[in-house]
């Protein structure tokens, strides 16, 4: 039954959380409230991205692909395969032939045979500029200097030998096409092309700029990818408004890119058939000086033939010497291999011409080849850059890796050097019973055929090295050559996308800006996070001409409002029914206190209880201008003086019955004092006696202290904050009047909301129903729609 009960209530639907939701209508309805905002910007940005996408000219993409070939199908005795040393693999390989292919260097070459640093156009009546690649009727050829920045100037071709000059002097002038000119950037001069006659009378437009801010401008234009991380064949892509200069960019790269390759591998095989050669010409020498030995030694003992011993001693010397020679040589390649590790700037690399471990001849082969690839990308890149990290680490292991092989071979070679050294040294023995002619002889003709054997294998090895490169293929094979992709209709719709998107995205990023750095009071929960004081009514603002707007049936929300807050304050004074002195104060000017204590009086007295409202802001009094009372009539400053009584200061509200006001009075230089008085108190228990309800407006208590003075003599204190003015540096101040009890029973109530500016609880500019008394300031407050439209952000 337990279990059956648990896996009911995991099973149970998880419950709303109507605090999210309301959360959540909060941020819609923020933004939500601006939609006159959201509304013009659409308009305007996609209206500007719809026009774009009709005036700019579409850009066709260009795309070709490549295969990069591997060197393992050609196998060579000095270029093994790469994976023998298992340090790399093909994708770092191919994202390296990526790197180069977009390297600044190949890019520059391109540039400059293009000459795409040179811009030619007129203008059209299609267009307003009419690119005229390939087609310019001038060509522009700088002679001396160095181009910097961009140089703008006209050229009017006047016939097919003359035109004038205009922006490259400070007048224009005219020129014949053989006339050399000379300005800022250099001396150049223009040469007339085939297409001159077609463009006689016209203006053209030149721009020289700097080939290598063009080159960078290309560079990330350009884009190269990765087919299929399962192969190696790489794409191209370029868009450009002119298909056919987009076509030749796309593949004088794959050339330049090409030439590279091929200029890299020639190097090698030049190096290697260096040292050959080097070797064959040392060994020329030495092998005629040994054939000039045994013939004059022949000559000279006469010596035809040697005996059948000494034949079978010589041969069997011969290959025990030739053995010998073999090692001596792979010792020797070996030692030239083990100084060119061990001495990283070393430029010559060594031959592996000898060496029976392909092992080690592959793994030479790899350093060499990794150490290229560095220098050819140290051509572009600073060597500070993360890009040389795996690379120095394959050198790194290549290094290593030869080093330890090494080891190993030369422990072989030289326990085989051993072992022939002591079958030499038998073998000597035995040639000391032959004669000694015949035993001069034979060391002769030994040298002899040393020297022969070795000229003939290193001859041998150098033509199996220039037959294998002497047709060098490159590294990549073009698959698609540069070809225009046909433009998609939907492409047109970019630019409007992208301003609607903009309409959307600037309107939102306004009001989150705006929210996030507006440091003002703007919802509830502002409040109740700083401060436990209860909020006791929430006034909805709404625009009207009349102050008074609990008897205002257009503003119905609002006056029921007022009854609520009525009601609300009956339960605060605990049902007390007569003698209630209700106090309202604010922090600061403008929070729409008088507005709340005028129509909370008027809502109390239409309730039928007998009700004054007592004008206590001495300073800055609004209660009689809103009330439409006699405001030159003796107020609260004169009784407190002395100078009328209790009765003489009443004065009876004609529009709203059970109504009676107290006004300030004649203004006096020290309120605070005046309320200081005895006077202030008698005064209070007066009008308990005589009335209901008393309603005290008094003046912001972070200004003043006439609230705290007034606030022994009041029973509940309604203290006024209003959205959006308020400033949320207030919060503390309203904390500490309220952990210091300078106010009985206070409650906050929270004007001028207006619903879905910020989203459940917004806030209005205005912030409060307050009356708007001059007439220019009632305009001002009714200007339409778009007016209001710029009030709400």
């Known amino acids: 039954m337990c279990a059956q009960t648990s896996a009911t209530s995991r099973n149970k639907p998880k419950p709303v959380n109507n605090e999210e939701l309301l959360n959540f209508r909060e941020i819609i309805g923020k933004y939500l409230y601006h939609w006159p905002l959201y509304i013009l910007l659409l308009v305007i940005c996609g209206g500007a991205g719809f026009i774009y996408s009709k005036i700019v000219k579409p850009g066709y993409e260009i795309k070709a692909s490549i295969v990069l070939t591997d060197d393992r199908d050609n196998k060579t005795s000095h270029k093994d395969v790469l994976d023998q040393l298992e340090v790399t693999d093909a994708p770092q390989v191919v994202e390296n032939e990526i790197e180069i292919l ?30 005229l690649y390939k087609k310019s009727p001038v060509e522009f050829e700088l002679l001396s200097g160095q ?3 961009d140089h703008k100037f006209q050229v009017v071709i006047q016939d097919t030998s003359t035109f004038l000059l205009k922006g490259a002097f400070d007048k224009a002038k005219l020129f014949h096409f053989s006339n050399v000119l000379s300005n800022s950037f250099g001396t150049w001069k223009l040469n007339p092309t085939k297409d001159i006659k077609d463009y006689i009378g016209s203006t053209i437009n ?32 370029y868009t450009d408004q002119l298909p056919q200069r987009g076509k030749d960019v796309v593949n004088d790269l794959i050339y330049r890119y090409n030439e590279e390759n091929m200029n890299a591998k020639n190097l090698l095989t030049q190096n290697t058939l260096d040292f050959i050669d080097k070797r064959l010409a040392s060994l020329k020498g030495e092998l005629s000086t040994a054939e000039n030995d045994v013939q004059s030694y022949r000559s000279s003992r006469g010596i035809n033939d040697i005996s059948k011993q000494s034949d079978s001693y010589l041969q069997n010397t011969q290959v025990n010497d030739r053995d010998m020679q073999d090692v001596d040589i792979q010792l020797g390649t070996v030692q030239a291999i083990e100084s060119y590790v061990n001495s990283p700037g070393r430029s010559s690399v060594p031959s592996t011409a000898g060496i029976t471990d392909q092992g080690l001849s592959s793994l030479v082969q790899k350093l060499v080849d990794l150490q290229q690839e560095r ?10 850059n993360p890009i040389f990290d795996p690379i120095n680490s394959q050198i790194k292991a ?38 000694k002619q015949e035993q001069e002889l034979v060391s002769l003709m030994r040298a002899q055929q040393l020297k022969e054997t070795l000229y003939n294998y290193l001859q041998q090895k150098r033509e199996e090295v220039a037959l294998s490169y002497a047709s060098t293929q490159v590294d990549a094979r073009t698959v698609d050559t540069a070809y225009v992709v046909p433009p998609k209709g939907s492409k047109r719709l970019i630019p409007l996308a992208a301003g609607l998107a903009l309409g959307l995205f600037i309107p939102t990023g306004l009001i989150l800006g705006r929210h996030t750095f507006r440091n003002r009071i703007s919802t509830n929960k502002d409040i109740t996070r700083a401060v436990s004081i209860p909020i006791l009514s929430e006034l909805t603002f709404e625009k009207s001409k009349n102050p008074i707007v609990v008897h205002d049936r257009g503003k119905f929300a609002l006056a029921e409002e007022f009854r609520t807050l009525r009601t609300k304050l009956h339960y605060l004074h605990e049902k007390t029914d007569k003698g209630r002195v209700t106090l309202l104060t604010s922090s600061i000017a403008t929070e729409g206190k008088s507005f709340v204590a005028t129509n909370l009086a008027v809502a109390l007295a239409a309730s039928g209880r007998k009700t004054i409202i007592l004008e206590m802001d001495l300073r800055k009094p609004r209660v009689t201008a809103v009330l439409d009372i006699q405001k030159d009539h003796v107020g609260i400053s004169n009784y407190l003086i002395g100078e009328a009584t209790e009765t003489k200061i009443i004065q009876k509200s004609e529009l709203y019955p059970n109504l009676d006001v107290m006004g300030s009075g004649t203004i006096d230089t020290n309120p605070s004092e005046l309320l200081e008085q005895e006077s ?61 009890q300078h106010f009985p029973k206070l409650n906050i109530v929270f004007n001028g909301i207006e619903k879905g500016r910020y989203g459940y609880s917004g806030y209005t500019s205005y912030g409060y129903g307050d009356y708007i008394e001059s007439k220019e300031a ?12 710029f009030k709400r952000f």
Request: a positive charge; proline letters at 4%; glycine letters at 4%.
């Open 102 to 131: 977009k390297s600044r260097n190949l890019v520059g070459k391109v540039v400059y045979d293009l000459k795409l640093y040179i811009n030619y156009s007129r203008d059209s009546k299609l267009v307003k500029k009419e690119d």
């Open 147 to 149: 181009l910097l920045g």
């Open 206 to 237: 030149i721009t020289v700029s700097d080939p290598n801010a063009v080159a960078n401008g290309f560079q990330g234009a350009i884009s190269v990818t990765l087919v299929d991380k399962q192969a190696s064949t790489i794409e191209l892509s």
């Open 375 to 384: 220098e050819r990308m140290l051509a572009n890149t600073p060597e500070s």
């Open 398 to 435: 290549a290094r290593s890796a030869i080093k330890e092989n090494i080891a190993s071979t030369k422990s072989t070679l030289l326990a085989k050097k051993r072992q022939l050294q002591s079958y030499g040294n038998k073998a000597q023995t035995q040639i000391r019973d032959v004669p």
């Open 680 to 740: 202030t108190v008698k005064l209070f228990d007066w009008l308990r006696e005589h009335y209901d309800d008393i309603i005290v407006d008094t003046p912001p208590v972070s200004i003043v202290t006439d609230a705290i003075i007034l606030s022994r003599l009041v029973d509940v204190t309604l203290y006024v904050v209003r959205q959006g003015y308020t400033p949320k540096t207030i919060l503390p101040f309203m904390k500490n009047l309220e952990e210091e």
């Open 778 to 789: 009632r305009k001002k407050y009714s200007r339409g729609i778009f007016s209001d439209f």
